[in-house]
Nanobody, 121 residues
Framework: QVQLVESGGGLVQPGGSLRLSCAASGSIFRLKSMGWYRQAPGKQRELVTAITSAGSTNYADSVKGRFTISRDNAKNTVYLQMNSLKPEDTAVYFC???????????????WGQGTQVTVSS
């Protein structure tokens, strides 16, 4: 129903920057929020940042002041600007979208396939 495609990952040196993009397509109705998660090898997937349909944002403490999430409604795309990257930011980054339902108490979560971000000197 909904497809999410990430791009923009790659290899960057510590202190560098990357910009990730997530393009959404399909039946995007009752969108509640979109966000970015990341997962390093052997670690739990964690929320990095999210933005609601109204534009409110939140961030994990580890990325506050360094990462910025934004959106382009006309392009159905969200972005993650990552500055001052650290080796511990190395992970696969996944875009997600949460859609509500006409049925109370139900929601649907969609995931992109992920894009690798590697921060290393």
């Amino acid at each position: 129903q909904v497809q999410l495609v990430e791009s923009g990952g790659g290899l960057v040196q510590p202190g560098g920057s990357l910009r990730l993009s997530c393009a959404a397509s399909g039946s995007i109705f009752r969108l509640k929020s979109m966000g970015w998660y990341r997962q390093a090898p052997g670690k739990q997937r964690e929320l990095v940042t999210a933005i609601t349909s109204a534009g409110s944002t939140n961030y994990a403490d580890s990325v506050k002041g360094r990462f910025t999430i934004s959106r382009d409604n006309a392009k159905n795309t969200v972005y993650l600007q990552m500055n001052s990257l650290k080796p511990e930011d190395t992970a696969v980054y996944f875009c997600n979208a949460v859609l509500g339902s006409l049925v109370v108490g139900r929601e649907y979560r969609y995931w992109g396939q992920g894009t690798q971000v590697t921060v290393s000197s």
